[in-house]
């Protein structure tokens, strides 16, 4: 049956480890996009549309497939058009995660049974939009709903953080900690790197006209972020190169930016290896995590980013070479101030062995100290979920993963944990009943919590208690 109490549970082992191990874990979401001053203001949902389609660019490329015009997506369309346009491409969805995942938001959020078509959509529109107007089902009530326990948002340098310290003082089930982004930093050759500089001016409280003052002013804003919670630092490195420098040379580049002058790709590669070295040393020095998310391959679609701007649902993978910068620049922090713990994210899963490969060069001192990510994107599905897991366990300790995140802006993502889980679950179930695993349902139920939960609880910094997570003051001296 669709969606029953075992779907995707292949064998008893599979339903032993979700139904008495994971399904009562709860959350860690360690990497998200949601807005913290919208958890704060915690507003009801105007209506269905509003909480499930607005920003979610996967429903949208499903909807574009199907024909939809782009007024019944992003554009002037009512509401309730373009959760109907949702509700007629759904049917066609199946065998795609979003059919799974839409229909789960539906039954655990709100109760729903029923499949989602053009035929049923009034009567769940009406009856959803009812539920969203209890106080149970504001931002937070969805969070607190969902179990979660923690929250990290992704976060400019120039951000103020003054809704993580609002946030700080509410009285809430979750905490909500900020993660260092600095990717506009990075970005020297784009539109408004000149305009950003000045944030983070204004930000850092000091003038930022040479290279040296970038870095101070980047390492003050570390100490900010690290004072009010933050324990990650997150990169967008859709091309990854590696060209060492000294740091006259990146101080040369820095200044002719500021002039105004277009740099060489060799210039922006400089500053670029330059800068995300030290940043890499800020942040072993803090003890936070670092996460890299490469290969995305962006705005392919010049009249749609044009329209719409960035993240819309234009975005690719990327198959250029990665592991010769990527070890030059791991090597080069390992022979420095050490590698902070790491997690590599590609949207590319041919770079998986090669990364598994390359992260136990530096495996040290910290279990699982170097990790491989989760499936991302185009490969959180139960196929790309399966993946990762079985190439980890095939070339590491799938017992140290830190397990899944939502990536996510909309409040309705956390069943992607449960589905998650189930595919985990269903993996560790078939080397049982193929005899690659013992039939312990301790040892593996313990396991199946850890991957779940406790793993990420702990690799991060965070400090359970009863209800409550607060974080560690330092990870590591340095």
């Known amino acids: 049956m669709f969606l029953n109490e075992d779907f995707m549970l292949s064998g008893d082992t599979a339903r032993q480890l979700f139904h008495q191990h994971a399904k009562a874990m709860p959350i860690v979401d360690y990497h998200c996009h949601l807005d913290p001053r919208e958890i704060y203001e915690d507003k009801p949902f105007e209506n269905l549309t509003a909480a499930w389609l607005y920003g979610d660019h996967y429903k949208w490329r499903l909807m574009r497939a199907n024909g939809v015009p782009e007024s019944h997506i992003t554009g002037d369309a009512s509401d309730y058009d373009k959760f109907l346009a949702w509700a007629r491409t759904l049917p066609k969805a199946i065998g795609n995660p979003l059919y799974s995942w839409t229909h789960l938001e539906l039954r655990r959020f709100f109760g729903v049974n029923e499949l989602l078509n053009e035929a049923s959509a009034p009567a769940i529109w009406e009856k959803v939009n009812r539920k969203l107007a209890e106080p149970a089902f504001t931002r937070r009530g969805l969070i607190r709903n969902s179990n979660v326990k923690v929250i990290c948002t992704t976060d400019d340098p120039a951000d103020s953080l003054e809704y993580h310290?609002?946030?700080?003082?509410?009285?809430?089930?979750?905490?909500?900690?900020?993660?260092?982004?600095?990717?506009?930093?990075?970005?020297?050759?784009?539109?408004?790197?000149?305009?950003?500089?000045?944030?983070?001016?204004?930000?850092?409280?000091?003038?930022?006209?040479?290279?040296?003052?970038?870095?101070?002013?980047?390492?003050?804003?570390?100490?900010?972020?690290?004072?009010?919670?933050?324990?990650?630092?997150?990169?967008?490195?859709?091309?990854?190169?590696?060209?060492?420098?000294?740091?006259?040379?990146?101080?040369?580049?820095?200044?002719?930016?500021?002039?105004?002058?277009?740099?060489?790709?060799?210039?922006?590669?400089?500053?670029?290896?330059?800068?995300?070295?030290?940043?890499?040393?800020?942040?072993?020095?803090?003890?936070?995590?670092?996460?890299?998310?490469?290969?995305?391959y962006r705005n392919n679609n010049t009249p749609m980013f044009r329209k719409l701007g960035p993240d819309t649902g234009y975005d690719g993978i990327n198959d250029l070479p990665l592991t010769t910068p990527l070890s030059q620049l791991l090597d080069r922090a390992e022979s420095g101030s050490g590698l902070p713990k790491t997690i590599l994210y590609s949207l590319n899963p041919g770079d998986y062995p090669a990364l598994l490969?390359?992260?136990?060069?530096?495996?040290?001192?910290?279990?699982?100290?170097?990790?491989?990510?989760?499936?991302?994107?185009?490969?959180?599905?139960?196929?790309?979920?399966?993946?990762?897991?079985?190439?980890?366990?095939?070339?590491?300790?799938?017992?140290?993963?830190?397990?899944?995140?939502?990536?996510?802006?909309?409040?309705?993502?956390?069943?992607?944990?449960?589905?998650?889980?189930?595919?985990?679950?269903?993996?560790?179930?078939?080397?049982?009943?193929?005899?690659?695993?013992?039939?312990?349902?301790?040892?593996?139920?313990?396991?199946?919590?850890?991957?779940?939960?406790?793993?990420?609880?702990?690799?991060?910094?965070?400090?359970?208690?009863?209800?409550?997570?607060?974080?560690?003051?330092?990870?590591?001296?340095?």
């Open 165 to 296: 310290k609002l946030l700080r003082d509410s009285e809430t089930a979750f905490q909500v900690f900020p993660t260092f982004r600095p990717d506009k930093a990075l970005n020297i050759d784009a539109e408004g790197f000149s305009a950003w500089i000045g944030k983070l001016e204004e930000a850092a409280g000091q003038p930022v006209k040479t290279y040296a003052a970038l870095l101070e002013a980047l390492s003050n804003r570390v100490d900010f972020f690290h004072e009010n919670g933050c324990r990650l630092s997150d990169h967008a490195l859709d091309v990854l190169r590696y060209e060492a420098g000294e740091p006259e040379a990146a101080e040369a580049v820095f200044a002719k930016r500021l002039q105004g002058a277009s740099l060489s790709p060799q210039e922006i590669t400089l500053y670029r290896t330059e800068l995300l070295t030290a940043l890499i040393g800020f942040y072993q020095a803090k003890g936070w995590t670092m996460q890299l998310h490469l290969h995305a």
């Open 357 to 478: 490969a390359l992260l136990g060069c530096y495996q040290k001192d910290t279990a699982g100290k170097l990790q491989l990510g989760s499936g991302w994107w185009y490969n959180d599905t139960r196929s790309g979920m399966r993946q990762q897991l079985t190439l980890l366990a095939d070339n590491s300790l799938l017992g140290n993963f830190v397990g899944m995140l939502t990536d996510s802006r909309s409040f309705l993502s956390y069943t992607r944990h449960e589905y998650f889980r189930r595919v985990l679950c269903e993996l560790i179930g078939e080397l049982v009943e193929r005899g690659e695993a013992p039939d312990d349902i301790d040892l593996l139920g313990a396991m199946v919590e850890d991957i779940s939960y406790n793993n990420a609880a702990g690799y991060f910094g965070f400090q359970t208690s009863g209800s409550s997570v607060e974080v560690t003051a330092r990870v590591k001296e340095c």
